[in-house]
């Protein structure tokens, strides 16, 4: 079984940043994050492999860094320049044993 605790979401106005943090009890080679907007299907954002591997959404390329405490086992997304169109629920994702595992999301909103 595996735990991921997602935190760091809230309100926040266009131009503005957030930082969300994954806490994993357990974690596979890869962790990563996707959102689900309303109305729509959830779609990668970024994600990281060991610990600088990454790969990141056309959509949020240079404005967002996803990044890994390995010791802490803490996956961090750092949002920057946020658009309202980043509005939507976080998830975190890894996969361990064969098995996918998913936060229980947390809520990002830009708006003014």
């Known amino acids: 079984q595996v735990q991921l605790v997602e935190s760091g979401g809230g309100l926040v106005q266009p131009g503005g940043s957030l930082r969300l943090s994954c806490a994993a009890s357990r974690s596979g080679a890869s962790m990563a994050w996707h959102r689900q907007a309303p109305g729509k299907e959830r779609e990668l954002v970024a994600r990281?492999?060991?610990?600088?591997?990454?790969n990141y959404a056309e959509s949020v390329k240079g404005r967002f860094t996803i990044s890994r405490d390995s010791a802490k086992n803490t996956v961090y997304l750092q949002m920057n320049s946020l658009k309202p169109e980043d509005t939507a629920v976080y998830y975190c994702?890894?996969?361990?044993?064969?098995?996918?595992?998913w936060g229980q999301g947390t809520q990002v909103t830009v708006s003014s």
């Open positions: 990281i492999i060991g610990g600088s591997i990454t």
């Open positions: 994702h890894t996969v361990w044993n064969g098995y996918d595992y």
